[in-house]
C-alpha cells in the first residue's frame, strides 16, 4: 500500500505520464510528410511581439539579414537574399512556418542558408561550443510562428508603429 502511494505521489509530483513534455526537446519534434508541425512546442501561449523582437534581434533570429516586410520596411539593411514575408500569415500555416523555423534544411533542402533554429543537430561549420545547442528556444519559435502568422490581410498585425 506504501509502496503503491509513493507511485502516485512520484507520478503527481513530476507529471510523468500525465502531461507531455513541456516544451518539446528538439529530438522528438518530428515533421509531417507534408513539411508540417501541427502541435505548438510548448503550452505556453505565444506572443506575437516577442516575435517581432526575436525577429528583428541580431543576436536571436535576425531574420532581417535576410527578410524584409511591411513592419520592418522602414529599417536599414534588410536582407533581399529570402523572400519577402508580406502576408506571409495568407501563404502558409502555422504548421508549415513552425516547420520551416524548427528545420529549415529539413523542409526547404540541405542547400538553404536558412538557419535550422530549432534543432540540436550540428551544421557543416558549428562551433564546438554551439554543438547540442538550439538557436532559439522552443517558446521563441512559437513567438516568431505567432508574429509571421500575424502578417495576413485578415488580422493586418502592425508590430512596430
Known sequence: M???LLLIAVFL????GVHAQDPTPPELV????DNR?????TTQA?????GLDIFINVKLGN?????????????????EIGPNLDWIGD?????????????????????TIMPAFYTARAGNRTLERFVGKTILTAMQ????????????KDTAFDGVD
Do not use: W
Not at 30 to 33: A, E, M, N, P
Not at 97 to 107: G, H, P, T, Y
Not at 142 to 150: I, T
Open 13 to 16: 509530483l513530476t507529471g510523468v
Open 141 to 152: 519559435v512559437e513567438d516568431v510562428v505567432a508574429y509571421l502568422s500575424s502578417l495576413s
Open 37 to 41: 508541425i501541427e502541435s505548438p512546442l
Open 91 to 111: 501563404r502558409l500555416s502555422e504548421a508549415e512556418l513552425r516547420a520551416i523555423l524548427v528545420d529549415s534544411k529539413a523542409v526547404l533542402g540541405a542547400d
Open 46 to 50: 505565444p506572443d506575437p511581439f516577442r
Open 2 to 4: 506504501m509502496v503503491k
Open 30 to 33: 518530428v515533421i509531417s510528410g
Open 63 to 79: 531574420c532581417v539579414a535576410c527578410h524584409s516586410n511591411f513592419d520592418v520596411a522602414a529599417m536599414q539593411f534588410l536582407g
